[in-house]
C-alpha cells in the first residue's frame, strides 16, 4: 500500500493495480481490500488467481511464485512496480545463502522494477501512517512453515544479535550492485 501511495502521489502518473489471488483466507481478504480502495480511489484494479494445482516437485511458495509471473505476464507490455522492501531482501539474501546461491532481489529485471530495495519496512509503515494510507497485515507471515518465514521469525532475531546492522550491510551491497549494474537510482 506504501508503494501504491507513493505511486498515485504524482496525479500525471497513470496507475493500475495487479492482484494476485493466492486461494488463502488471507488472499481473498487482501483482494476485497484493495477492490474496495481501488474504487474509493479511482485505480483501475486487476486480478488474477491460481490456475494450477501444484506440482509434487515444487514447494507451495514456487508454485506461487510461478503462477503469478504467469498472470503478470499478461501486462508485459506496461512496467510493473513491486513493493518489495528492505526486510525482504535481506529474507531472500539469508535464504539463498543459506541454499548455497547467493542472491540479491534484483532492481529491474525485464518489465519487473523494484524501487524500494533499500528501503526497510519500517519505513513503508510510517509512509503509510503519515499519509493515512490503510494496509493490512498478512497473518500468514506468522506461519513458521514456511522456509521464508522461519527465516524471518526465528534466525533473523538471532542474526541481528550476532550483527544488528545486517540490514545495512545487506543495503549497502543493493545500492552498490545497482547503481553499478543498472545505473537507476535507488529510492530511499
Known sequence: MAALSFLTSNPQRKVEVLFFDHGTDTSKAA???LIDFCIQNAITFHSGKISALK???KSLEEH???????FFEEFSD???VFGHHLDDVVENYVFTMINGNEFLIPYKRDNYLRPFLATPKNKLIEWC???NVPWLEDCSNEDNTFS???IRNILLPEIKKINPGIQKVVAKKIINAYNELSRFPVIL
Open 31 to 33: 483482494k476485497y481490500f
Open 55 to 57: 506440482p509434487r516437485r
Open 64 to 70: 506461487w511464485r510461478d503462477e503469478r509471473y504467469k
Open 78 to 80: 506496461k512496467p510493473i
Open 129 to 131: 501512517k503519515n499519509k
Open 148 to 150: 521464508r518465514n522461519r
